[in-house]
């Protein structure tokens, strides 16, 4: 099943026209795809695992601005960089993960703070 995931993130990257790097990592997201402005992969967990990780994540890195969960998306402030947050139910067992960080008025991609709250949010410890 997992390779079924990789293969169907793969080919949406592809198909949507980003240049993507596939990376082999250990844990729950073993792949995970850096585009030119953000990283994205799958996670096997709830959505509502998710979110809940992210939004602790962001709340802890910086300062939360926008939070919508109809839409799956949160927004984040960290000094002068702007962290978006986004995920969408991949099967009923998974969810797709999409960090990006931007800095100065949103021009330049910010990956190696993206990459690190990618990977804070995905193996971060359940709470409680």
């Known amino acids: 099943m997992s390779s ?5 993130l793969i080919l949406s990257m ?10 082999g990592a250990a844990g729950s997201a073993g792949v995970y ?4 402005d953000g990283i994205e992969g799958v996670a096997d967990e709830s959505y509502k695992e998710v979110w809940e990780n992210a939004e602790q ?23 002068h960089i702007t962290i978006k947050f986004k995920a969408e139910q ?14 100065v008025w949103g021009l330049f991609p ?3 703070l993206a990459k690190r709250i990618y990977h804070m949010i995905i ?6």
């Open 57 to 79: 994540v962001l709340k802890r890195e910086g300062t939360l601005e926008e939070i919508d969960k109809a839409k799956g998306k949160m927004v984040a402030k960290q000094g």
């Open 33 to 36: 795809a850096v585009t030119a």
């Open 110 to 112: 910010n990956l190696t």
């Open 4 to 8: 079924g995931l990789c293969v169907w």
């Open 90 to 103: 991949a099967t009923p067992k998974s969810v797709m993960v999409r960090v990006q960080a931007r800095r």
């Open 14 to 23: 592809l198909y949507t026209g980003c240049t993507v790097l596939v990376i």
């Open 123 to 128: 193996h971060v410890s359940p709470c409680c």
